[in-house]
């Protein structure tokens, strides 16, 4: 008999008569693949069916649709609306259970929030948003008619393949404005008291079963606090909880309203967050309920997956960003490979990526966007030689790729390990997983019979000719810029990269001039460390670059951890006191025990030139191009690697 390392995690559970092969559930995650009907594409069932290939027991589809009359708070929502839209639904449902999944599809209604839909907006009681819409207490005609559509919505998705719907109730969507004391201050039978708050998603759930039978599952997406002093506490999570106890078949456990900025963050955890921050919400309902319990949130290891199933906390874990980094994830777990787990870094290129380009990405797995182009085998490569130069994010992902093409692979590193200059960032306790990546890419390399892994070699015009490569792949990296600046080599004056590396050598009291990511992350840092921190940056406000999540999460972040950021400030000198600054109110003067710069790299541009004319095929990549994300010098790196030796 095989050892199964995580037996409660991977055995089945069954709800009604829909069995669920293990108790990973992909939690909704929306896609903007979508015609201008909002029907989704075949990108779009490719990116859930590859979760369902890669073992999860249901996968959800998010952001649907159900009214475009009062109900759309997105404009790309999938339409659940439209007959016309069957073939796709079918594709998707198709696209899922045939690799062992069950489809569920997400039901969601904006409320108050439906700025898609045409006017007027309805809500529980007529308010006023502070972008200044005003929101129409919603009369009782309309009310039935959107319970009709959830019913209608549920019946559809069922007719298309689904085999359970999830009812979206909470972050601030319809049914949560409905349960929500603070905001339902209604005088009828829909609202005040708890059981009139109740009513709406009774009659949501009753209707869905009246439509789609007993045995046809019903998910209740719930927030099991809204973690914030305007909203509910897990008291009152508990309390709708019991309430919905025996009337769904799941009841899923998140946290949030999706209105308020900061706690946008608390229901998608920053990387500064401990794993499983939202479980302790599922796990308290848990023990107030009968029906099947979910959580969702933080969660990338298999192993404290299975001690959330194992101790009771919860019957179900609900993963988003960790199967974006690897939908492979259960398959791995359950084959007892999970030191090959990509275990998602919560660094939100994902979601930005989302937000910006209407695709996700990931910093870490570059199939991610390309799902419908990884089905198909690319045709034969033309072996080729392949010199790589820089063993960083960059250079590891080229010579993997090569490799895997067929091609002969040397990779060359200046130092002794592999990582690039990323390595001086592995102490940092909320960077773990970047370490645990870099150190996976790194084995995966010295591992890999086709590379040839030469560390301690530095790439000379000279050596790179000697080697006779057809294909020369520069991935050299970047080193700081060191601003032009009085006092800039005084012995009180560190490098960001030299000053993660020495954290011991940073003084009590420290300003760090430059506030981009590497300063903002530096400063939350060295302030958890117990350093003072301030961070001095020229621009009015932080580029947000491509990530822009996270950035927005790193504001509410040195908030919380004390640190000062101080804007469209300019650093004019150094003491050994401290920095002489100025800034539209004058000169300032801001006293350091350690002065720090993170002003930006400078690109290895003139190393990779020496280069350019070695070898017949020259490529130059990553940050020795110019500064990149961990995200942009991944998904470049495979790219150019995977065209190698494709015939034109």
């Not at 209604?109 to 007529?126: A, D, K, L, R, T």
């Not at 996976?440 to 301690?456: F, G, M, T, W, Y």
Request: charge should be negative.
């Amino acid at each position: 008999m095989a050892e199964m390392k995580y037996p409660h995690l991977f055995q089945p559970i069954v709800i009604g008569k829909t069995v669920f092969r293990n108790r990973i559930f992909a939690s909704p995650t929306g896609s903007l693949d979508m015609t201008t009907d909002n029907f989704p594409t075949e990108e779009a069932a490719a990116y859930y069916e590859l979760k369902a290939l890669g073992g999860a027991a249901c996968v959800t589809i998010g952001d649907s649709g159900i009214d475009p009359k009062y109900g759309l708070p997105h404009q790309r929502q999938i339409n659940l609306y439209d007959p016309d839209g069957r073939g796709p639904l079918v594709n998707i449902s198709r696209a899922i259970t045939r690799h062992g999944a069950v489809a569920s599809a997400e039901l969601q209604h904006g409320g108050m929030y439906s700025i898609f839909s045409p006017e007027p907006y309805y809500g529980p009681v007529e308010t006023e948003l502070p972008d200044g819409r005003v929101v129409r207490e919603m009369p009782e005609s309309v009310i039935e008619e959107i319970v009709s559509r959830f019913g209608d919505a549920a019946a559809w998705v069922k007719a298309c393949g689904f085999g359970m719907v999830m009812v979206h109730g909470g972050h601030g969507w319809l049914l949560n404005q409905f349960l929500s004391p603070t905001l339902n201050r209604r005088k009828d039978r829909w609202g005040g008291s708890f059981e009139n708050r109740m009513r709406l998603t009774y009659a949501v759930i009753d209707e869905i079963r009246r439509r789609c039978g007993r045995d046809f599952p019903i998910e209740f997406r719930m927030s099991g606090s809204e973690c914030n002093p305007n909203g509910y506490d897990i008291d009152e999570g508990v309390r709708i909880a019991q309430a919905l106890d025996g009337k769904v078949d799941i009841i899923h456990v998140s946290a949030g309203h999706h209105e308020i900025p900061e706690v946008f963050y608390v229901t998608h955890p920053t990387m500064f967050l401990p794993d499983g921050v939202n479980v302790k919400y599922a796990a308290e309902i848990k023990k107030h309920v009968k029906t099947p319990v979910a959580c969702v949130g933080a969660m990338a290891d298999p192993a404290y997956m299975e001690e959330i199933i194992a101790s009771g906390q919860a019957d179900i874990v609900n993963l988003a960003r960790a199967l974006i980094a690897d939908p492979y994830l259960p398959r791995k777990a359950r084959e007892g490979r999970d030191a090959e787990i990509r275990q998602c870094m919560r660094c939100f290129a994902c979601y930005s990526m989302h937000v910006t380009q209407g695709h996700y990405t990931c910093a870490i797995n570059p199939a991610i966007g390309i799902e419908r182009e990884m089905k198909y085998q690319l045709p034969p490569a033309e072996k080729k030689k392949v010199l790589v130069v820089g063993g960083g994010v960059g250079g590891m992902q080229a010579a993997l790729e090569s490799a895997r093409r067929g091609h002969e692979v040397i990779l060359c590193e200046k130092s002794g390990v592999l990582g690039g200059t990323l390595r001086c960032e592995e102490r940092v306790p909320f960077k773990q997983r970047l370490g645990r990546y870099l150190d996976q890419q790194a084995k995966a390399v010295s591992e890999n019979p086709h590379i040839d892994l030469r560390l301690n070699t530095e790439v000379t015009a000279a050596l790179a000719e000697s080697l006779a490569p057809d294909v020369i792949i520069a991935a050299l990296g970047a080193r700081p810029i060191k601003p032009d600046l009085e006092g800039i080599d005084g012995e009180n004056v560190l490098g960001a990269e030299y000053a993660y590396m020495h954290i011991e050598e940073v003084g009590q009291k420290a300003v760090i001039l430059g506030g981009g990511l590497v300063g903002q992350e530096l400063g939350i840092y060295l302030a958890r460390e117990g350093r003072d921190v301030t961070i001095l940056e020229m621009r009015d406000t932080p580029d947000p670059g491509e990530n822009r999540l996270h950035v927005r999460a790193l504001g509410y972040q040195l908030k919380d951890e004390g640190v000062k950021l101080e804007l469209s400030t300019k650093a004019l000198a150094i003491t050994e006191n401290g920095v002489r600054a100025e800034s539209a109110d004058g000169e300032r003067f801001y006293e350091a025990d350690t002065v720090i710069y993170a002003v930006g790299q400078k690109p290895l541009w003139e190393q990779a030139d020496a280069l350019r004319f070695v070898a017949k095929e020259f490529h130059q990549i990553g940050d020795c191009l110019s500064p990149r994300t961990i995200r942009a010098a991944t998904s470049e790196a495979f790219h150019i690697s995977r065209d190698l030796g494709v015939e034109y």
